[in-house]
């Protein structure tokens, strides 16, 4: 049996963007058979929060991986039948080849507060097991 699946992950410069409701590009990795068979760039078009959801399902997006993530985001992406892994920080292709490998160090109890914010400002609250938005340092 030949299982496929496509994992997205938020995406800049190689790296998981750290909020999933801002990242501008998540990049689409089609999975065959347990190794990665294609991965593309995708732009959200300027699409933020609430629309991710839907476009990562168009996509055909089963999966996700990402840094921090608020609880709507979260229910949206349950509904729409997308597991998605948070707290992760790093190398995106990295963490595709950690997560297809069952080694994916990432947080069950991220999530990212912003209460209506349109835009992160400085000093926002984000919480995870470590409290702080994931950096540069992988957990």
């Not at 760039?41 to 629309?51: E, R």
Request: aromatic fraction near 8%; glycine fraction near 16%.
């Amino acid at each position: 049996m030949n299982i496929k699946m496509k994992i997205a992950v938020t995406y800049e410069d190689g790296n998981v963007f750290p909020h999933f409701g801002q990242t501008q590009q998540f990049k689409v990795y089609e999975i065959e058979a347990g190794k990665v068979k294609d991965a593309q760039v995708m732009s959200t078009n300027g699409s933020g929060h609430g629309a991710l959801a839907g476009i990562l399902s168009d996509w055909g997006v089963n999966t996700l991986i990402c840094g921090g993530i608020g609880a709507g985001a979260q229910s949206a992406l349950m509904e729409a039948g997308i597991q998605f892994y948070g707290g992760v920080a790093g190398n995106a292709d990295e963490a595709v080849d950690a997560l297809l490998a069952g080694t994916l160090s990432y947080s069950p109890e991220v999530h990212c507060d912003h209460h209506g914010h349109e835009h992160h400002e400085e000093g926002h609250s984000c919480h995870m097991d470590r409290q702080g938005c994931p950096g540069s340092e992988k957990f």
